[in-house]
């Protein structure tokens, strides 16, 4: 059974994916019924084009952090170590842990505010998958990994709401 979410052959029957551990207990749903559906079940997320993530040290002063984020004018950035994500920083990671004490916090880590663990996804994972872990996650941003897990690139929401729009404009 090929798991409809990342790809991956599972043996006929077994409940969870053994690779990304989506339930597949759903499988037997009713086939797309429109040409969207079909395609966030059949595209990878390298046909998002994921873009090339910013990344910090954990140690970088959150000041420097934010600076960063407004010269470059992106919404997060990859906290990573050895070429591997261990955190992401977003804008809502600023306005919920920084609150008005930024400036009285700026020299502090950007590990002490950042969001640890982050999910990721590989380039090759559907599209669906990246809008379930978005919607069950509420992220905005999730990391692409290759298979070792190092960095490789970043989707946002608006990425997905790109990809969405392309494919009903182009719906008969």
């Known amino acids: 059974m090929i798991c409809p979410y990342c790809g991956a052959e599972n043996i006929e029957g077994v409940d969870d994916c053994g690779k990304c551990g989506e339930a597949l207990s759903d499988t037997h749903l009713h086939e797309p019924a429109t040409a969207v559906e079909r395609s966030l079940l059949a595209d990878h997320i390298d046909t998002l084009a994921p873009k090339t993530p910013v990344a910090v040290a954990a140690n970088t002063p959150v000041r420097d952090v934010l600076r960063t984020m407004v010269e470059r004018r992106?919404?997060?950035?990859?906290?990573?170590?050895?070429?591997?994500?261990?955190?992401?920083?977003?804008?809502?990671?600023?306005?919920?842990?920084?609150?008005?004490?930024?400036?009285?916090l700026g020299d502090r880590p950007v590990a002490d505010f950042m969001t640890?663990?982050?999910?990721?996804?590989?380039?090759?994972?559907?599209?669906?998958?990246a809008v379930q872990r978005m919607d069950v996650g509420g992220y905005r941003h999730i990391p692409i990994v290759d298979r070792s897990g190092a960095l490789t690139g970043i989707i946002s929401v608006r990425d997905i709401l790109d990809y969405l729009t392309e494919k009903l404009e182009a719906e008969p």
């Open 74 to 104: 992106i919404g997060c950035l990859i906290v990573a170590e050895g070429g591997k994500p261990v955190g992401v920083f977003s804008e809502r990671d600023a306005l919920t842990k920084l609150h008005e004490n930024a400036a009285a």
């Open 116 to 129: 640890a663990h982050p999910e990721t996804l590989q380039a090759d994972a559907k599209v669906a998958f």
